[in-house]
């Protein structure tokens, strides 16, 4: 199978691409993420979302650990070629490592930053170990 279709990709100097995940329903943005060739022909080839981890250098299969994978429905590619967009279902209702259904729950209220979104899971029943 040809992988062309992955130098129409404007990675980083670093061999990057920002991702948006996106619940493909509700079109809610649930996180943002980084991946690499790899993982972008992984997520591509299992259906999956695989992304990058910067701080752990290695591939992150997303729910490895909590269950809370990611279903690709799409994949998409803005204008300029440097930011994917993935439309998924969300399996638990779960994205955060916080436990919350996204990560984008902090909201800013009279110049400071405030959790507006409920934990749905607590983190520690979530993952054996924080890596």
Known sequence: MSEQWLDNICWTADGLVP????????NDVLMVAWMNREALRLSQET?????????????????????????IKEI????????ILLKV????????????RHCFFHQLQNDEWQAVDPVLKDPQSIYSSKT
């Not at 695989?50 to 909590?66: A, C, I, M, T």
């Not at 998409?76 to 930011?83: E, F, K, S, T």
Request: proline share 0%; charged share 25%; net charge negative.
């Open 76 to 83: 998409r590619l803005d204008c300029d070629a440097d930011v």
């Open 47 to 71: 259906g999956h979302s695989v992304y990058w981890s910067r701080s752990r250098q290695k591939l992150w299969h997303k729910g490895e650990e909590s269950g809370h994978q990611q279903n």
């Open 89 to 100: 279902e969300q399996v638990g209702g779960i994205a955060c490592h916080t436990g919350r």
């Open 19 to 26: 991702v948006i995940a996106q619940d493909w329903q509700t």
